[in-house]
Nanobody, 124 residues
């Protein structure tokens, strides 16, 4: 089993920044992809960003490209999401997730393990 614990959510004004962290523990994999999804009020869970353990290639949803940056610290088994220029439409619960292997998916069903989520609220 893999345990994922997110932190760093909160309330911020539009145009502000937040940094989310996700620490993984438990079972380890030689290769994996870690990512962030979000789920806004009344919406389906949607892909935000992902990063491969090996090589560090990153992937972003069009809605956050240029504003959000995903990074990882393999030694700490931690992934980060730096969110800048936040907009009210970024308001959601943000979930950290991981899947073994190197294939990057954008659908929730493609990921195996999930954190409990952290709330991000952006006021206008």
């Amino acid at each position: 089993q893999v345990q994922l614990v997110e932190s760093g959510g909160g309330l911020v004004q539009a145009g502000g920044s937040l940094r989310l962290s996700c620490a993984a523990s438990g079972r380890t994999f030689s290769s994996y992809v870690m990512g962030w999804f979000r789920q806004g009020p009344g919406k389906e869970r949607e892909f935000v960003a992902a990063i491969r353990k090996s090589g560090g290639r990153t992937y972003y949803a069009d809605s956050v490209k240029g504003r959000f940056t995903i990074s990882r610290d393999n030694a700490k088994n931690t992934v980060y999401l730096q969110m800048n220029s936040l907009k009210p439409e970024d308001t959601a619960v943000y979930y950290c997730t991981v899947r073994p292997g190197s294939a990057v998916g954008v659908a929730p069903k493609e990921y195996d393990y999930w954190g409990q989520g952290t709330q991000v609220t952006v006021s206008s």
